[in-house]
């Protein structure tokens, strides 16, 4: 859909197996055009004649799908499957990894922790929708030695669009509204995730124990971590919000604001994370708020494409609130 | 579940072929007991030593069991199966009526238009929640010939779990928040039983031609019904509530009152149907709020179930709010 | 807000007595910039220098206003105070009109039944969101002679937003999740501004006699109508279908779709109404779905700016659904 | 309501200087019964003729008034007046503590941390919502030394009832739905409440750092709390559990379930607290879901009104879910 409104791209093919010779600008809300849905082994023929494929499939089928199309076009994956080193894999994702050295030369797609990615990138890891939301709000901290590495606590609360349009009893509005939940205790596949980019990051030893709890909230989209850690001796309210402004400082897609005006309602909608913390006794806390979506999905993809083409990286991207309800 | 709670009687088996062994209290929310679920075909059987068997299968099921359970016990039927005509099944559910002379016996059981079962009564059709509302709004008003009886507009607006708890994906919860559509517009099963229960109740020659539009709103559960009538020459609002509340005057169950104070919140969680109408131009305008659950199935079927014992029609029900936030 | 995203346009100045000083871009979401709100009286004197003034006051107050405004700028005002005959104003908005004669020269701006505006029209009427949606839904099958057009019934369902942000306890959360409720029943003050619309669209003697009802459910924005009429003879579903079709053949901003695919998802976010209609028995039921903050006020008045300064009809609003989830 | 629905007891007076005079029956969803509103100074006369009063004020109200009932009846106070030591009211309540004499004879009415009130007690400080799941979550696992008691993270997620019935913008439906947000980070005056009771539960020398976070989720009514320990050597997800169960065996009010069956879901509607717990890498993940209406306020005073006047804990109040949709 974001393609479609970037001024500098065109939207050359869209796969779906379910739903081949369809239209595909009803589906996702685009100004009409001739464009039908193929199927994804047409995907991998067609991808021959593109400069870039953004690949939304489940991290099994992206494993194997990803390193054909890169020997001819860039790949941006939104999938977890070149995200984590090769070992944590049968762990995490139930899977030996197929493309290690594939693997070994993916770039993590986070630009206001990482950059651009350098110039012979053939594949870009789109970040876990909490794991972005987690190291924005965590890494500068850290990387600032406000935080002690050795423990961080993440809380999470999503809305129901990150687990998909699900035909599960589970995902139904009976079994959803006026519910809170965790899932996924201590086995989400984004726990190891950032604990690695955090380590990379912020380049503590160790790396930090990263504990990660989910939960689902009565929500559409969007979603809230609340981060807690351990201050540093002098760490104050204000050193943490300046380590933040700093961090973010020349990033147009992160905000930073007091952590009582962190909500999913200042992101949704929008191609913003943001951010805010304090400090309350001898704890941090620090909150980050996006829309899984957007800064969680499709926006943080484009930041990625127009990183891999050159473009700048605002380009086809409207920090305009699209809801001011 | 609403069994367990009634003083007189005893809950003697529950049957799902899904849950075969499964305990019973936990999934209805029941204290505890050594109950567990039987499968259907044992349902039968056991109906042989009990005096009511409330059954709640889908329509097509029902006009083949409850023949055979009636020898034995008297069916209070939750289904559509005994609602209509027999030459009305084929249209409506799908299906010839395969027992049209139990059907010509049954008695539709809303109590407040129709009082109490015949002695010899086997089964009792336990009215659908959106006929139930419908009818109590309007047919007092039809038989006081305070409407012309030419046509009756239904307008419904339910919650989710009308529909059910479905692994479909149009009933989950990021299809359903935030969305008002209509379904089954001139074709839900429940728009001939409206119009033969008024035809029936307020003696009319012909019937009302009746159009029944029902809605999904996000609610869990209740729904409301808005009706428009044509207003006979001197209805007002002040006759149109008199109407309603003579009719109910000795009714626990409906409660009268403003039109404005007709709400889900009103009916949700008790076994009340509220009502209330007003006159505006040359059209009654008369709503019914209720809980889809309650006085659309459980509730009324425990009135029926009463009914068929001769014990007090509200026993083991409570007309306390459950929920008063 | 949409002024800003438009190419043609410049937002000169944005009044508001309760925040005179602040910056106007975070509280509409826009890109930063270094307006400030002004005072309404500001406001006046400001609106010599510009092409045209949108108003979002009461009605009372827009009475007043818009005639002086109307002396410099071409003035499209959102409040119902340029809708009605006169004479209906004491009895629908509380308040004898003031300014009888701008009022008959006021134009009605539904682009999609009353097409552009006079060149010397001095005041453009935006209409109400609901009278939109009831008259986007109903014109063209009376007009077509397809509804006969005594009586036309209008169930209304909207969000919350249309009743603005109230520090009111009964707007609150708790009183309006899970709850349905009608308000206004019978004195709604858009009940003859759809009448006369009808009337004059449809050049039907009488008028039809208009029943409208509106109810809150819970949502935070998006509307949908379902409008009943009596089916002249031979109106069929394919016909009025036709007639929709017909109608809104050229117009940018109105869908027509099966009935059933008439709802809030539909339109919310977008500055779209869908329409669907269908004839069951001898009633014809047609539904609108619209977002009552765009088509129901915002884009509506932006394509009512348009036509005041001679601009394509859907400069600066896309089309493009904003919300895909 | 609670109180009427109690075969033992007979509510005889309530007060509310708003409705001075009105039924009180309709308000609370009770029976049909003559007893109307007083005043409160009246309820103050009106308590030296009764067993026990609930006091359902604020704080600074309750600390004058439970001191002068007193005299004459028990108090069972729901407020925050008598739960803290007296030097902690300036910093978390903003006023000095007038009666600290009778603070000092309080009692803290969590039964299944604290057991039944000495004979003498006067008046019960009935726990805060959040402060009761969120001991029921931990208290056990540090008495039992599963967990460190260095620190306490709990992180908070409730319906908006916890807020009242509030005319304010910030609390209408258009601002909460599909909203998360924290509040009072830092400064929720149940932080001390948890520190105290944790330390007086667990006999730690020092008391642990409690950190708590308050989020509003776009819930009705409900709390869930996830609390955050470091495992001691040793601790495993059995034995955490297994802690849990020992201390609520015996409990009719807490159930101990798996951590995902731990949701707002499991305990609205009901008297229960529902509390599971797990070990993830060195932390201990434990969480208790409550109504806060219930658990959290009026059946948690029930409880403390039977243990003051000696009746079975359970009397009135039943364990059947209420809801079980």
């Not at 791209?9 to 369809?22: I, N, Y």
């Not at 770039?107 to 987690?134: H, M, Q, S, W």
């Not at 891999?308 to 001011?324: D, H, K, N, V, W």
């Amino acid at each position: 859909m974001l393609a479609t409104l970037h001024p500098d791209l065109t939207l050359v093919f869209a796969t779906s197996d379910k739903s081949v010779g369809e239209a595909v600008a009803p589906r996702l809300g685009l100004p009409a055009s001739t464009l039908r849905f193929t199927s994804h082994d047409d995907g991998v023929k067609l991808s021959r004649g593109v400069d870039v494929v953004v690949l939304a499939s489940s991290a099994e089928h992206a494993v194997k799908l990803a390193p054909v199309i890169a020997e001819h076009a860039r790949v941006v994956d939104l999938s977890g499957a070149f995200r984590l080193d090769a070992a944590a894999y049968p762990t995490w994702y139930g899977f030996e990894h197929a493309a290690p050295s594939d693997l070994a030369r993916a770039f993590y797609g986070l630009p206001e922790l990482f950059g651009a990615p350098p110039k012979d990138t053939r594949i870009v890891a789109n970040p876990g929708c909490y794991a972005t939301a987690a190291l924005l709000a965590t890494a500068p901290l850290l990387a600032d030695r406000l935080a002690e590495p050795g423990s961080v606590i993440i809380d999470g609360k999503s809305g129901i669009s990150g687990a998909g349009r699900r035909a599960e009893e589970r995902y139904s509005f009976v079994e959803l509204a006026e519910e809170v939940r965790a899932y996924k205790v201590g086995t989400h596949a984004h726990t190891p995730e950032i604990a690695r980019y955090l380590q990379r990051h912020a380049r503590v030893a160790d790396g930090p124990r990263v504990t990660f709890t989910p939960h689902l909230v009565p929500l559409r989209r969007g979603l809230v971590v609340t981060a807690y850690m351990t201050a540093r001796s002098g760490a104050t309210t204000e050193s943490v919000r300046a380590s933040l402004e700093k961090a973010y400082a020349q990033k147009p897609f992160v905000t930073v604001v007091g952590i009582e005006d962190v909500s999913a309602h200042a992101a949704t909608g929008t191609p913003l994370a943001v951010v805010g913390a304090c400090v309350t006794g001898d704890t941090i806390v620090s909150m980050c708020a996006l829309d899984n979506l957007m800064k969680g999905a499709a926006s943080q993809a484009m930041q990625n494409v127009n990183a891999l083409l050159g473009l700048p990286e605002a380009a086809g991207l409207s920090t305009s609130a699209r809801f001011a309800p």
